[in-house]
């Protein structure tokens, strides 16, 4: 948003009665930021590069390596999961983008919540999502880990993660347009390698694929149906396929950083959630026509067994080099999100002030280092657990995203309650109707954990992870607000 239409809203606010004085003091700030923005409009970015820095967080291990899971505990009807984890995501980053779109925050949900609902539920959402991003990258750099363990088994898993690890935190130092150029190229990589991926998979369905018999539909209802294991199938899979949409957030926290937020991030969003939901559901389903869904591994990429058995010569190579790349550009983007997390926790005082410190191109080097350290730790767990810790983590990371969503939908519910006649420069239709489908839908989603017994660590760790951060909280944050009050 340049200062001359911000300074243009504030004066719309200002003429609304209704409006709350405590937004229109937020917006008269923001005027003086944009004001300043304008002198590095070199550092913006536009709707298309959002919506690929947001192709490249979601786009990772979610898909390409952890859809084996998934799918073995859901069937053919996985498909079905995938379809119901954007039903639920998407709106709820709707609601981001309308909060986003009236007030543009590199904290975005956190400092929303901070505003809305109370320091309390601000500080806690903050940490929990950088929590679930680090916990996120955990898994990413797993994943990488394992994919080149496919070429070299001999060498250990901790030396690759270690190796990759180093590697984020290099490519994290580049500045904004930078970033976003090889995120865009990443992105094109490995939205190409689905899209083709799709068009192999329904060729060799059709019977069209040279010297393969036509597949059919045998493997959608020939091994117990489409739900071999009924809908409860459906449901205990919905955690993990939240995990595959987590990070899409980070589309709302470019806010700073982008052309017009008021019309690029709600755009951003739209392109992002759409684009994602086709290409997931599409290479699922061809998975699952391809391959008996009790043979999909889930300790390597499904993708790269399909191609070895459709014997394209260094096919499977390849692929495997792409999700490589994928889930590298996708442990890249969240990085880039929990840097700006963190950085905004410490303007507000909720984390260590030193975090505050950027670089003359905006980087926030000391929250950036302080992330790569934690993520050291999944270099451990990849020596202690290399068989589990992809499933516990990717489980306590989808239950985190889960634990953020909920809290994003209650603040805009208390957003539109404060701007009942506040003409808000985007506004997402259906409420109250949708927001409050949203929450019942999440609950939904929280209740079909224990179906699958594997996720339950996952979710109690989130659980205890709330309930750590409310301690700290009330120990250590609160005082400073009693202060000021």
Request: aromatic share 12%; net charge positive; charged share 10%.
């Given at each position: 948003?340049?200062?001359k239409?911000?300074?243009?809203f504030?004066?719309?606010?200002r003429?609304?009665?209704?409006?709350?004085?405590?937004?229109?003091?937020?917006?008269?700030?923001?005027?003086?930021?944009g004001?300043?923005?304008?002198?590095?409009?070199a550092?913006?970015?536009?709707?298309?590069?959002?919506?690929?820095?947001?192709?490249?967080?979601?786009?990772?291990a979610?898909?390409?390596?952890?859809?084996?899971i998934?799918?073995?505990?859901?069937g053919?009807?996985a498909?079905?999961?995938?379809?119901?984890?954007a039903?639920?995501?998407?709106?709820?980053?709707?609601?981001?983008a309308?909060?986003?779109?009236?007030?543009p925050?590199?904290?975005?949900f956190?400092?929303y919540?901070?505003?809305?609902l109370g320091?309390?539920?601000?500080f806690?959402?903050?940490?929990?999502?950088?929590?679930?991003?680090v916990?996120?990258?955990a898994?990413?750099?797993?994943?990488?880990?394992?994919l080149?363990?496919?070429?070299?088994?001999?060498?250990?898993?901790?030396?690759f993660?270690l190796?990759?690890?180093?590697?984020?935190?290099?490519?994290?130092?580049?500045?904004?347009?930078?970033?976003t150029?090889?995120?865009?190229l990443?992105?094109?990589?490995?939205?190409m390698?689905?899209?083709?991926f799709i068009?192999?998979?329904?060729?060799?369905?059709?019977?069209?694929?040279?010297?393969?018999?036509?597949?059919?539909?045998?493997n959608?209802?020939?091994?117990g149906?489409?739900?071999?294991?009924?809908?409860?199938g459906?449901?205990?899979s919905?955690?993990?396929?939240?995990?595959?949409y987590?990070?899409?957030?980070?589309?709302c926290m470019t806010?700073a950083?982008?052309?017009n937020?008021?019309?690029?991030?709600?755009?951003?969003?739209?392109?992002?959630?759409?684009?994602?939901t086709?290409?997931?559901?599409?290479?699922?389903?061809v998975?699952?026509?391809?391959?008996?869904?009790?043979?999909?591994?889930?300790?390597s990429s499904?993708?790269?067994?399909?191609?070895e058995?459709?014997r394209i010569p260094?096919?499977?190579h390849?692929l495997?080099a792409?999700?490589?790349?994928?889930v590298?550009?996708?442990?890249n983007?969240?990085?880039?999100?929990v840097?700006?997390?963190?950085?905004?926790?410490?303007?507000?005082?909720?984390a260590?002030r030193?975090?505050?410190k950027?670089?003359?191109?905006?980087?926030p080097?000391?929250?950036l280092?302080a992330?790569?350290?934690?993520?050291?730790?999944a270099?451990?767990?990849?020596?202690?657990?290399?068989q589990?810790?992809?499933?516990?983590v990717?489980?306590a990371s989808?239950?985190?995203?889960?634990?953020?969503?909920?809290?994003?939908?209650?603040t805009?519910?208390?957003f539109r309650?404060?701007?009942?006649?506040?003409?808000?420069?985007?506004?997402?239709p259906g409420?109250?109707?949708?927001?409050y489908t949203s929450l019942l839908?999440?609950l939904?989603?929280?209740?079909?954990v224990?179906?699958a017994?594997?996720?339950i660590?996952?979710m109690?760790s989130?659980?205890?992870?709330?309930?750590?951060?409310?301690?700290?909280?009330?120990?250590?944050?609160?005082?400073r607000?009693?202060?000021?009050?």
């Amino acid at each position: 948003m340049t200062g001359k239409n911000l300074q243009q809203f504030c004066t719309e606010l200002r003429a609304d009665e209704e409006a709350p004085a405590e937004l229109a003091v937020d917006l008269k700030l923001a005027a003086g930021t944009g004001a300043v923005r304008m002198g590095v409009a070199a550092r913006e970015i536009g709707t298309l590069e959002i919506i690929m820095i947001g192709l490249a967080v979601v786009i990772g291990a979610g898909i390409f390596v952890a859809s084996g899971i998934p799918i073995r505990i859901a069937g053919p009807a996985a498909v079905l999961s995938y379809l119901a984890g954007a039903l639920v995501v998407i709106p709820v980053m709707l609601y981001l983008a309308e909060m986003e779109a009236a007030w543009p925050s590199t904290g975005a949900f956190s400092d929303y919540a901070n505003r809305y609902l109370g320091p309390l539920m601000g500080f806690v959402t903050g940490w929990m999502y950088w929590s679930s991003g680090v916990l996120g990258m955990a898994t990413e750099v797993t994943a990488s880990a394992l994919l080149v363990h496919w070429w070299l088994p001999g060498w250990p898993l901790w030396l690759f993660s270690l190796f990759f690890s180093l590697l984020i935190t290099g490519i994290n130092l580049l500045d904004i347009r930078g970033f976003t150029r090889i995120e865009g190229l990443f992105s094109g990589i490995k939205i190409m390698a689905l899209f083709l991926f799709i068009l192999a998979g329904l060729t060799v369905l059709s019977g069209l694929w040279p010297g393969l018999a036509p597949v059919g539909t045998v493997n959608y209802f020939a091994y117990g149906g489409f739900f071999p294991r009924g809908v409860k199938g459906v449901f205990a899979s919905l955690l993990l396929v939240i995990f595959a949409y987590s990070g899409i957030q980070v589309v709302c926290m470019t806010a700073a950083q982008a052309t017009n937020p008021r019309h690029t991030i709600p755009r951003a969003v739209i392109g992002t959630g759409l684009t994602v939901t086709f290409l997931y559901t599409c290479a699922i389903f061809v998975l699952v026509g391809l391959l008996p869904w009790f043979t999909v591994p889930v300790a390597s990429s499904p993708f790269v067994t399909v191609l070895e058995r459709l014997r394209i010569p260094f096919g499977s190579h390849l692929l495997n080099a792409i999700i490589i790349t994928a889930v590298l550009s996708s442990m890249n983007t969240t990085m880039f999100g929990v840097t700006r997390m963190l950085k905004s926790l410490a303007e507000r005082h909720e984390a260590p002030r030193f975090l505050l410190k950027t670089d003359r191109r905006g980087i926030p080097t000391r929250a950036l280092a302080a992330s790569s350290i934690f993520l050291s730790i999944a270099v451990i767990l990849a020596y202690l657990l290399p068989q589990k810790v992809f499933l516990y983590v990717a489980s306590a990371s989808g239950f985190i995203s889960l634990f953020n969503w909920a809290v994003i939908t209650v603040t805009y519910i208390r957003f539109r309650q404060k701007l009942t006649r506040f003409k808000a420069p985007f506004a997402v239709p259906g409420y109250p109707y949708l927001p409050y489908t949203s929450l019942l839908l999440l609950l939904v989603v929280v209740a079909s954990v224990p179906l699958a017994r594997s996720q339950i660590p996952g979710m109690v760790s989130g659980l205890l992870l709330a309930i750590a951060y409310a301690m700290v909280f009330f120990l250590f944050v609160r005082r400073r607000y009693k202060a000021t009050a």
